[in-house]
């Protein structure tokens, strides 16, 4: 069984449309997070969510949006993509809330890319 | 800038060898954690390494952390030709936990 999935794997999408990535994790975790890698390989966290608390990276754009229905599932909503949003997306997943204190369990990743 | 840094950002080695990457931050930390990544799929952790304890061991891994050169390594003893993927460390702040920062990973090669 798959502990953090993400779908789509791939997006290709036009500048300024509005898409969304879904993540669902099965491991019964409290925290959520959503993670952007760029071409250069580093990893930057966008937002961590836990239990209605939500923390946001203050360099992410507004145009993004996490949204969460329930406790296993937080969604990343991307309003009017930008050619700078192409990376690929991670979502993730730990017990403790916040930091490095516990084990991330990551998804495989959505590779967006904008053209 | 980024909080920990690689080093070397490439690495390539024959099997059977030992591989290690070194870290690099500019802060104060909470945790400094290890992950591997294989091309094209997400990060799987290795090794966490909290701020008071200096070594630690999981199989064929070692991980060391030094506070005082604001530096952490990850060995691999006798490698294979699976464990080729890049390797990243993170770290956290201990004013705001929710700071975490990762570096751009050391690419690992083994050659079979």
């Known amino acids: 069984d798959t502990a953090v999935s993400q779908t789509p794997k791939y997006l290709v999408t036009q500048m300024g449309n509005d898409k969304s990535i879904k993540c669902e994790q099965n491991?019964?975790?409290?925290?959520m997070y959503w993670y952007k890698q760029d071409s250069k390989k580093f990893l930057k966290i966008m937002f961590s969510?836990?239990?209605?608390?939500?923390?946001i990276n203050e360099t992410v754009p507004n145009r993004f949006s996490p949204k969460s229905p329930d406790k296993a599932h937080l969604n990343l909503h991307i309003n009017s993509l930008e050619l700078g949003d192409s990376a690929v997306y991670f979502c993730a997943s730990s017990q403790v809330a916040g930091g490095l204190a516990d084990t991330q369990y990551f998804g495989p990743g959505t590779r967006l890319t904008v053209l | 800038s980024q909080q920990g840094e690689e080093d070397p950002q490439a690495l390539s080695i024959q099997e059977g060898e030992n591989a290690t990457m070194n870290c690099s931050y500019k802060?104060?930390?909470?945790?400094l954690q290890w992950y591997r990544q294989n091309s094209g799929r997400g990060l799987v952790h290795l090794i966490l390494i909290r701020s008071n304890e200096r070594e630690k061991h999981s199989g064929r891994l070692r991980v060391t952390l030094d506070t005082s050169k604001k530096s952490s390594s990850l060995l691999i003893t006798a490698s294979r030709a699976a464990d080729t993927a890049s390797y990243f460390c993170?770290?956290?702040?201990?004013?705001?936990?929710?700071?975490?920062?990762f570096g751009a990973g050391t690419r690992l090669t083994v050659k079979p």
């Open positions: 969510y836990n239990n209605k608390e939500l923390i």
């Open positions: 802060t104060s930390i909470n945790n």
């Open positions: 491991l019964g975790h409290d925290t």
């Open positions: 993170a770290t956290d702040a201990p004013y705001n936990n929710n700071d975490m920062r």
